[in-house]
T-cell receptor
């Protein structure tokens, strides 16, 4: 079992819908990252969280350290939000490293 | 432009060849990484360097040898390429080992195809 699990693996929604992607991790972490990978392949760092909640535009990321769970929300979704969203945990095993979830492929239809 | 730049973007080569992928960042970060993304889009760390010092070396065949001539560059040399090495390789950088409050900056990836 992967140390970082995401759900769902695939998500299709209509434009305007509220989107939630979940991430659970089973190890101690120093931070939790949300990344976005567009169809062209490039990866962009969206958020880095160690507690609470962060907001950037229509994107909101939350983390519950006790429950080892994080969520990424997208409000008023748009077709340009279609991408793979990847959760990654910064863990310390000797040295800090990122352990990735398997990604959630999000498709927003117009 | 401030960025992490990788070259080449695409690399097609025959089994048994030796190839290198180069990575440079002009962000002033002190830590650089190589990640491999397999055919199922799963990312996994291969190496990390902090100020030219190897910090992480995951279970990677010793045919893969990273080299960091300075903290702005981290190159990846692969000897005796095998079919299973086909993947997308991403370089990334961060300030600090944990990614800092600004997270990580990724290069655009190098798609390696071994035939």
């Amino acid at each position: 079992k992967n140390e970082v699990e995401q759900s769902p693996q695939n998500l299709t929604a209509q434009e305007g819908e509220f989107i939630t992607i979940n991430c659970s991790y089973s190890v101690g972490i120093s931070a939790l990252h949300w990344l976005q990978q567009h169809p062209g392949g490039g990866i962009v760092s969206l958020f880095m969280l160690s507690s609470g909640k962060k907001k950037h535009g229509r994107l909101i990321a939350t983390i519950n350290i006790q429950e080892k769970h994080s969520s990424l929300h997208i409000t008023a979704s748009h077709p340009r939000d279609s991408a793979v969203y990847i959760c990654a945990a910064s863990i310390i095993q000797g040295a800090q490293k990122l352990v990735f979830g398997q990604g959630t492929r999000l498709t927003i239809n117009p | 432009d401030t960025a992490v730049s990788q070259t080449p973007k695409y690399l097609v080569t025959q089994m048994g060849n030796d190839k290198s992928i180069k990575c440079e960042q002009n962000l002033g970060h002190d830590t650089m990484y190589w990640y491999k993304q397999d055919s199922k889009k799963f990312l996994k760390i291969m190496f990390s360097y902090n100020n030219k010092e190897l910090i992480i070396n995951e279970t990677v065949p010793n045919r893969f040898s990273p080299k960091s001539p300075d903290k702005a560059h981290l190159n990846l040399h692969i000897n005796s390429l095998e079919l299973g090495d086909s993947a997308v390789y991403f370089c990334a950088s961060s300030q600090g080992l944990g990614g800092s409050s600004y997270g990580y900056t990724f290069g655009s990836g190098t798609r390696l195809t071994v035939v």
